[in-house]
T-cell receptor, first 112, second 111 residues
């Protein structure tokens, strides 16, 4: 357990509304990641961060933005949610002492 | 980013050994080979990692080819709880990096 919490864990929203998912960590890790996972599919990288205010795009960044104003929080924002963004979103951190990736429990987002 | 190739699915019987292969022919010299697994309805969890030598821990063993272009995760005696999707992903320990997962191998364990 690397002290990662995601919120909200479940959310139902309507098309066109903004949504923000939060990833919070308590152990001061530098590298944080957001992934999405659709039924029967693998993990796809959305954005990642390598420090406060340092972020970069992943494989599927269109329609998503991120912010990291402090070490412990990495926010994923859908400016105008679409039904194709219905998915389970996972946050992850790397423990750079051991090289292990730790994942949060996931946030299930449904866009109607 | 090192690309990986894994079989989409594998099947084995309970209490038998399972060998899960991964090809990572574009791996860089500083990448460690990591394996993660994802149980149903859960986030992925760490299994094992190594650089050049074979590695063992309580969950599994990792056999790394001499040229490091492939590796094999070994579950010595599979249990029903080992049914999961297994991912191999080369990555460095420190440094900014895109961590791109492949499709993984869905392992089914028969009782």
């Amino acid at each position: 357990d690397a002290g990662i919490t995601q919120s909200p864990r479940h959310k139902v929203t309507e098309t066109g509304t903004p949504v923000t998912l939060r990833c919070h960590q308590t152990e001061n890790h530098r590298y944080m990641y957001w992934y999405r996972q659709d039924p029967g599919h693998g993990l796809r990288l959305i954005h990642y961060s390598y420090g406060v205010k340092d972020t970069d795009k992943g494989e599927v960044s269109d329609g998503y933005s991120v912010s990291r104003s402090k070490t412990e929080d990495f926010l994923l924002t859908l400016e105008s949610a679409t039904s194709s963004q219905t998915s389970v979103y996972f946050c992850a951190i790397i423990n750079t002492n051991t090289g292990e990736l730790f994942f949060g429990e996931g946030s299930r987002l449904t866009v109607l | 980013d090192a690309k990986t190739t894994q079989p989409n699915s594998m099947e084995s019987n309970e209490e038998e050994p399972v060998h899960l292969p991964c090809n990572h022919s574009t791996i860089s010299g500083t990448d460690y080979i990591h394996w993660y697994r994802q149980l149903p309805s859960q986030g992925p969890e760490y299994v094992i990692h190594g650089l050049t030598s074979n590695v063992n821990n309580r969950m599994a063993s990792l056999a790394i080819a001499e040229d490091r272009k492939s590796s094999t995760l070994i579950l010595h005696r599979a249990t029903l709880r080992d049914a999961a999707v297994y991912y191999c992903i080369p990555h460095i320990i420190q440094g900014a990096q895109k961590l791109v997962f492949g499709q993984g191998t869905r392992l089914t364990i028969n009782p």
